[in-house]
């Protein structure tokens, strides 16, 4: 009966503001606004549901890496972004104590207990919850919080691109799917909630050698992405590089050298790496690859041979 009778009236006096009031009352979900289970919100918005579902911050709290390196939860330090109770601009988050398996789960990062409602880029009618438009949510300081060293990294770089442009790319979608009540509503831009986990590619970093006396300087610069390469908080991706040297087609030594993120690349700086190859060589093979903090396996991300029998490959 509700949908009929809400159809009804909105068809008649659609914007007429006490109207609106009166879906709120006649729809509001209390259960919405006591910061429910991810599952919860996705009753209505399923896609974006499924995108999170695949994205690191739905297993932030149950990964195994974490369960071990906070030693079984029993850090207390360690848990405040794995489990958030309220996302807000800048500021760290204290922990929850509730739904914790949920990780970084939508009501952490929408619901603001100061206002009751959901915040959010838009200006939307949304009956079942209250909402709020929060220009913070299309910067870059709403991930400021917990990812403390790659935003203050993304600072110095002055760089005009947010995280979400990067790591949140939209696509034109509904925000809801549940049955009658997405006729209501407008397409907009949707931000992928897969928080994609990217990759350099060959483009990002310009790779330049240099033959020395009894060295090779292998010179990386970092020309887009805006923060370090690689870029954590916490976990320990790695960059490699690694040089093969050969003489007349044949290899007869190599080398290879790991970054952590502690002296990552940032963008538009340059790191030497120097070699100390112990035959003569006419020629390199120089490949750049990265580990992921939680991956095994390490991905390529260029690789070339130059002869070098001397200067440099420019
Ligand atoms: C200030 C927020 C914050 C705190 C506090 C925090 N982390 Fe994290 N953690 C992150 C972020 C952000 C990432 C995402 C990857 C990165 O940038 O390192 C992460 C990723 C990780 C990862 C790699 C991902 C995985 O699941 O394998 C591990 C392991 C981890 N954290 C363990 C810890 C431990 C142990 C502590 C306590 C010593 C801790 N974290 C405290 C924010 C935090
Ligand atoms: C019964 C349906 C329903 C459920 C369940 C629901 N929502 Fe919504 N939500 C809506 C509707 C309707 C809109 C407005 C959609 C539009 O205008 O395109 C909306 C909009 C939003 C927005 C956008 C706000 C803005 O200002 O940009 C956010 C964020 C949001 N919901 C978060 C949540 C979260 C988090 C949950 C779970 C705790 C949840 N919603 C559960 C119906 C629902
Ligand atoms: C409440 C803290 C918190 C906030 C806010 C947050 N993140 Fe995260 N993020 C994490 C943690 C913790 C992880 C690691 C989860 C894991 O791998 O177990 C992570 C992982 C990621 C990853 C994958 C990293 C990897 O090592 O593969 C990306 C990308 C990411 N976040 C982007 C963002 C963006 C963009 C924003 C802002 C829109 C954001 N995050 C906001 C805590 C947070
Ligand atoms: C790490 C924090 C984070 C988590 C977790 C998160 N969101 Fe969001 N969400 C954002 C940000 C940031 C935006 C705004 C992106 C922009 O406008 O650049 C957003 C936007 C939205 C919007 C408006 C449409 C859009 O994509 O811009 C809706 C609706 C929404 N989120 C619902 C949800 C739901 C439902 C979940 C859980 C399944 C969820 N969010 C989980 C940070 C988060
Ligand atoms: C211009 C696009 C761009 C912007 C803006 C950007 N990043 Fe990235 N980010 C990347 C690329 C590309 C990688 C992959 C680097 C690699 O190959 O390891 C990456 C890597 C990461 C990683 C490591 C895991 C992964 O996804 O590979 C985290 C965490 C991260 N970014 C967070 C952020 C945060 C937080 C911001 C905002 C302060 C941000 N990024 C801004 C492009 C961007």
């Known amino acids: 009966m509700r949908p009929l009778l809400f159809l009804i009236i909105s068809s008649l006096l659609y914007s007429c503001e006490s109207v609106e009031k009166l879906a709120y009352t006649l729809f509001l979900e209390e259960d919405l606004l ?20 695949k994205s690191r911050h739905s297993i932030a709290w149950i990964s195994e890496h974490f369960k071990k390196t906070s030693n079984n939860y029993s850090k207390v330090k360690c848990l405040s972004c794995h489990a958030p109770y309220e996302v807000n601009f800048i500021e760290e988050p204290v922990v929850r104590d509730f739904h914790r398996k949920d990780g970084i789960n939508c ?15 838009y200006d939307v009618f949304s009956p079942p919850h209250y909402s709020k438009k929060d220009i913070n949510y299309t910067k870059s300081g709403i991930c400021a919080g917990c990812h403390k060293e790659t935003y203050k990294e993304w ?20 925000l809801i799917q549940k049955f009658p009540f997405y006729l209501f509503h407008s397409k907009k831009d949707i931000h992928s909630h ?5 990759k ?7 790779v330049k050698l240099k033959k020395g006396k009894d060295t090779l300087s292998v010179f990386l610069t ?13 976990g320990k991706p790695k960059l490699y590089v690694k040089v093969e040297f050969f003489k007349d087609g044949k290899k007869v030594d190599e080398d290879s050298y790991m970054i952590t993120h502690k002296e990552g690349i940032n963008m538009d700086e340059t790191k030497e790496i120097i070699f100390y ?8 093979r120089v490949s750049v690859s990265r580990k992921l903090a939680w991956k095994k396996e390490k991905e390529e991300i260029t690789k070339f041979l130059v002869p070098l029998r001397d200067g440099t490959n420019d």
Not at 165 to 173: A, I, L, Q, R, Y
Not at 194 to 198: I, K, Q, R
Not at 277 to 284: F, R, T
């Open 34 to 53: 006591k910061r429910p289970e991810a599952k919860r919100c996705s009753e209505c918005h399923q896609d974006i549901y499924k995108q999170w579902k």
């Open 200 to 206: 350099a590619e060959e483009d990002d970093i310009i």
């Open 222 to 234: 970092n020309i887009n992405i805006p923060h370090k390469l690689p870029t954590a908080d916490q």
């Open 194 to 198: 897969s928080f994609p986990v990217l």
């Open 277 to 284: 190859p112990l035959h003569d060589y006419d020629s390199v």
């Open 155 to 174: 600072k110095k770089t002055k760089s005009k691109k947010t995280c979400q442009d990067c790591h949140m790319p939209s696509k034109k979608g509904k």
């Open 107 to 121: 009501a952490s990062c929408h619901f603001k207990d100061e206002t009751k409602s959901m915040h959010g880029p």
